[in-house]
C-alpha cells in the first residue's frame, strides 16, 4: 500500500480512509483510497474542505445540489434591497432571526412578535410571560397570523473561492484524480511540496481566458476535475472547475516520467449523475508562468461563464418554489377548511378550500410578477499573489 499524501505515513487497512475527490460537501460522489490516512483525511477535510465548501454554499443552495451524506447548511443571504434572510437546508427562507418591538402609547406597553413557526413564537412569549405574568400566552398564540413574503430585492449569492485553505482543497482534488488513475500521488512533486508546507506559495491559478473543456453541456453548473501527464514534455497538469464558471489550472509536476494519461471526471451536482467529457490540457512551463501571473483571469469571461448556468438555475429554482407553494397552500386549505381527514367534503368545505388557497398563493403570485434579474456573481477573489508573496 501507498503512503499518505500529506504525513507520509504507511496507510494499513487500520488508518486508511475514503477520500472524495471532489468533496462530498458540494456534491462529489467518487472516492479513493490508498490516499489518505485517517488522520490527515480528517484534518483536510476540516481545514480545507470546508473553507471551500463554506465560500460555495450559497451556490449549493442556489443550484440545490444533491449529497451523498449530510444537507447543505443554511446560509444567511442579503439582498439588494437591503434585506437579510437564510435559505434553509431544506429549501426556502427564513427571517435570520425573530423581533420583539415594543411601543408606548397612553400609558399601555405593547409588543408585537414576529417569529419564524409557532414554538418559536411561544417560547418568545413565555419569556414576556415571566416579566408580564397577565400575559395568557394560549390565547395569544390563536391570535397568531401567518404571512409569506418573498425578497423585495435581487439575492446576492456570494460566489468567491480562493485562500490558502481553498486553493490546497482544489490542488488535493487534482491529485486524487491521478491516484485514481492509476500513477502514484508522489508523481505530483510540486502539488505535494504544496499541500504539505503552509508557506509554498499556490501551484494553481484561474483560468477563463478559453473554455478548456470539449463539448460543454450548455447550462449545466457542473464540477469537473481532470489530469493530463506527458513524459515528452515532463508536465503533469490538473484542471478543476467548480459550478461550471469557478475553473483553475494546477501545476502537479514539471517532471513527469510515468505513462501518458488524460482522465476527467466530471458530475452535474444538481442530479449527481456522472458526466462523460474531456478537457484540452496542454500547457507548457511558459504558460504556467502566465496562468500563475493572472494573464488567463478575466473576470469578465467568468461572468459570461456564470450568467450561463444562472440563468437554467433560476428557471429550476422558480420551478422548486411554484411546487412548494402550491403544496403549503394545499395543506393550509385542507387543514383550515372545517373538515377531518377522511370526510367527505360539502360544498362550502371546498368553497373555503378554494379561497384559504387562492389566499394563500397570492404572495407567490404577485412575487412572480415582479422582474428579477439573475443573481449576481462576484468576481474571483484575487489572492493567490498574496499568499505567495510575488
Ligand atoms: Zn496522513
Redesign the pocket.
Known sequence: MAN??????SLTSKNDSAEHIIPNAIGGFRKVWGF??N???NTTGHDWDAVLASQLNGLCHFFDIKRERGSTPDQTISTTAGETFRMLSQGGFALPKPTVDKTEAGGRTQYQVVARDMPEARRILRDLQRKFPKIDVEVELTKVQARTSYPKGMVEIPCQIGGVQAGRSIVKSAVALVHDSGIPAVACDQALVYLRDQNVPACFGYYSTTDLLIERPVGVPLHCVAVSGNSTTGMLLGYVEYFGFLRAVVLLSETYIGPNIENCYAIDPTTGMQLDLSVRLQFSQADMVDIFDYKHCDNEATKQAADAVFGPGMARKRQREQSHAVKKAVQYAFENCGAQPGDILTEEQLRIIAQLMSERLIPFIVNLNQPRPLPTSSNLRSDIKDQSGT
Request: hydrophobic share 35%; proline share 0%; net charge neutral.
Open positions: 499518505c499524501i500529506i504525513c507520509n505515513h489518505l490516512c488522520l490527515c483525511n
